[in-house]
């Protein structure tokens, strides 16, 4: 299960949550509206490892290395 780092559309909030899919919906811990995927924050490979090839944006990917 991926963390991934979340922005609030509404009150601009910036916060992680555990999905069991990238594409999960994930709501906002402050205002319980609908938040979208931020791709700011560092990638990491399955193992554990810092990539500089990943964009985060999991549908264009085949895969982590």
Not at 41 to 61: D, E, V
Request: net charge positive; hydrophobic share 20%.
């Amino acid at each position: 299960m991926p963390l991934l780092e979340y922005k609030c559309k509404i009150c601009g909030k910036v916060f992680d949550e555990l999905v069991k899919k990238y594409d999960d919906e994930v709501f906002c811990p402050d205002c319980n509206q609908k938040a979208d995927r931020c791709y700011s924050g560092q990638m990491y490979t399955q193992t554990g490892k810092q990539t500089k090839k990943c964009s985060g944006n999991c549908k264009n990917c085949s895969g982590c290395g």
